[in-house]
């Protein structure tokens, strides 16, 4: 009989957060398979849990996941954990899970620490209908078209980010779907914890001081809805020139945010508005 494969997520930082369970489920299987062996043997040294280990990471995973497919058919046990957190949230373990499940070996999740749920649950934005995208692009135009095409999910969007690159995330964060509120969770279960909260231009602002280093999660807030029926772009503009009374950069600017349309596309349409109203 085949073995079963453990999915067991463990600590974001603090070890208090691992769970009994984890420690036990480890503490029995045959192999654990680690994302990095040498940051796992920490943790199980310090829960003195002395087990084979094998590495599971992202450029081994074809060979690896056979190996660890084939111990599990020989009915061992085999428990797989990431560097932190839960495997398979922006770690590996999807290839892994799916092949066990494509061949009906049994697949047990471990659940316990995760960033993107301990962010979501400290963060005080809505949390009852919410989207993981995990981590942007970090080149700047595939991560405005990133960006964009999350810009009017209903619910709150859930990054996880660099530090180094967070400034010019959360620039790109403005300009693709204006000033919402955002919620910077970095440190989570650690020491320097913090959450840094406020519409994107002040959170700018201290992450350009570098007030936000360390391991960071990034909330964004609901914005506007897309009507199912999308409201032209010249429609849109013709009213927020005329009846919201806006100026042609500022009706530019909302109309593209809201439609998805470019920037510079929006700006020439409401000039040519403008200028045929005028
Ligand atoms: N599988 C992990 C999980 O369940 O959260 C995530 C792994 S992903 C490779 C690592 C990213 O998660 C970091 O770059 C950061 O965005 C986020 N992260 C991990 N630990 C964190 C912490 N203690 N505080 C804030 N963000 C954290």
Redo the contacts with the bound molecule.
């Keep these: 009989m085949a073995g079963t494969l453990y999915i067991v997520?463990t600590p974001?930082?603090n070890l208090e957060d691992m769970t009994y369970r984890a420690v036990r489920i480890l503490a029995e299987v045959d192999l654990i398979a680690a994302e990095d062996t040498r940051h796992s043997l920490k943790l199980l040294n310090h829960f003195n849990i002395s087990k084979p280990l094998t590495s599971y990471f992202d450029h081994n995973q074809q060979f690896k996941g056979e190996r660890i497919l084939n111990a599990l058919r020989q009915g061992r046990n085999v428990a797989l954990i990431?560097?932190?957190?839960?495997?398979c949230?922006?770690?590996p373990g999807y290839n892994l899970v799916r092949d066990a499940v494509a061949e009906g070996i049994s697949v047990i999740p471990i659940p316990g620490?995760?960033?993107?749920i301990a962010?979501l649950s400290g963060s005080g934005l809505p949390s009852d209908s919410f989207t993981f995208a995990g981590?942007p692009p970090s080149r700047q135009g595939k991560r405005r078209v990133f960006l964009t095409a999350l810009a009017h999910l209903p619910g709150t969007l859930v990054l996880?980010?660099?530090p180094h690159r967070l400034e010019e995330t959360l620039l790109d964060i403005r300009e693709t779907m204006g000033e919402r509120q955002v919620v910077v969770?970095?440190?989570?279960?650690?020491i320097y914890e913090e959450f840094i909260r406020g519409p994107v231009s002040e959170v700018i602002s201290a992450a350009a001081l570098g007030k936000a280093r360390?391991?960071?999660?990034i909330l964004i807030a609901p914005g506007e809805v897309l009507p199912k029926e999308t409201e032209a772009l010249d429609t849109l503009l013709q009213r927020l020139l005329d009846e919201e009374g806006l100026s042609v950069k500022d009706a530019a600017r909302k109309a593209s945010v809201i439609t998805g349309s470019s920037r510079s596309e929006a700006y020439a349409e409401a000039l040519r508005l403008r200028n045929g109203t005028e």
């Excluded at 620490?113 to 993107?116: E, F, Q």
């Excluded at 360390?214 to 999660?217: D, F, L, N, Q, S």
């Design positions: 997520a974001i930082g990431s560097d932190a957190g839960t495997p949230v922006s770690d620490a995760c960033a993107a962010a981590f996880y980010e660099a969770a970095r440190e989570l279960s650690k360390g391991e960071i999660v």
